[in-house]
């Protein structure tokens, strides 16, 4: 049961003042009293069709707000710049690999599979976007995922190491079934930083998958990491069990920007 004030029990219809005394202190019951099994089956062996009925309508609502509380707090603590979705997308600039598409992409079954995703193109092409939608998906899953900007989590892994507390960062960020790296080498990464950047993904090799958005291809990798042999590594781990998708055309900021009109 849940911490909290007792909340208040309806007045769905008349009730006698003894009724509603058993109600209220069936309630308060409730908080200290986890179900337990061998109790509940000796209940409802001895439980009338109605009393079945209500018992499991109580169940029922009793999951539907554990599942809805838990949605809330994964998209909480995803940590998503924005409120994108994949309602009205526009798909047609995407050039996704040929045995592969927007269904297996919607049914995040690259998840299950600890398979990343790449989403390359120009500025203002939809990737970041595209990104927090199948990581917003996810959570509607049940899925955790974590949200950074690759400089975000640059200065967060920094600020762990210099608090001694990096292997607790790096166990809370490993919790996550879907890692997003969003603006992948917009900005160069010093020594350290390629290297703890690199533990996170290499800490990641087919245990969750990572979605990076860049506008860099990976012949580029390793002048943002400066290092071009932690760069091979880094890419030979995400092509393995990943899949590259190309964003085409126009920046869609620039093209409804205030100041083009």
């Avoid at 900005?187 to 690199?198: T, V, Y």
């Avoid at 969750?208 to 091979?232: C, Q």
């Amino acid at each position: 049961m849940t911490a909290g004030p007792d909340p208040t029990i309806p007045e769905t219809r008349r009730r006698r003042a003894s009724t509603q005394e058993k109600s209220e202190r069936i309630l308060a019951m409730s908080r200290s009293l986890p179900l337990t099994r061998g109790v509940l089956a000796d209940t409802l062996a001895e439980a009338t069709p109605t009393q079945l009925d209500l018992i499991e309508r109580w169940f029922t609502a009793e999951l539907d707000s554990r599942e809805r509380s838990r949605r809330v707090r994964l998209l909480k603590q995803a940590g998503f710049p924005a409120d994108k979705t994949l309602d009205g997308y526009d798909w047609t600039n995407l050039n996704m690999p040929a045995d592969w598409g927007r269904e297996q992409l919607e049914s995040l079954e690259f998840i299950s599979r600890c398979e990343d995703l790449v989403l390359y193109g120009s500025v203002g092409t939809g990737k970041s976007h595209l990104a927090i939608a199948i990581g917003r998906l996810a959570c509607t899953k049940g899925i955790p995922v974590r949200f950074f900007t690759a400089t975000g989590l640059l200065m967060r892994l920094r600020r762990a190491q210099q608090d001694n507390r990096l292997d607790k960062e790096l166990a809370g960020i490993g919790k996550a079934g879907l890692l997003i790296i969003d603006e992948f080498g917009y900005l160069p990464i010093d020594e350290e930083g390629s290297r703890l950047l690199f533990q996170i993904i290499s800490d990641s090799y087919e245990t969750r998958s990572i979605i990076y958005t860049t506008n860099i291809e990976f012949s580029g990798w390793g002048r943002v990491l400066g290092d071009k042999n932690m760069a091979a590594a880094l890419i030979d781990r995400t092509v393995h069990h990943g899949r590259l998708i190309r964003f085409e055309g126009r920046s869609y900021r620039s093209q409804h920007a205030l100041m083009t009109k």
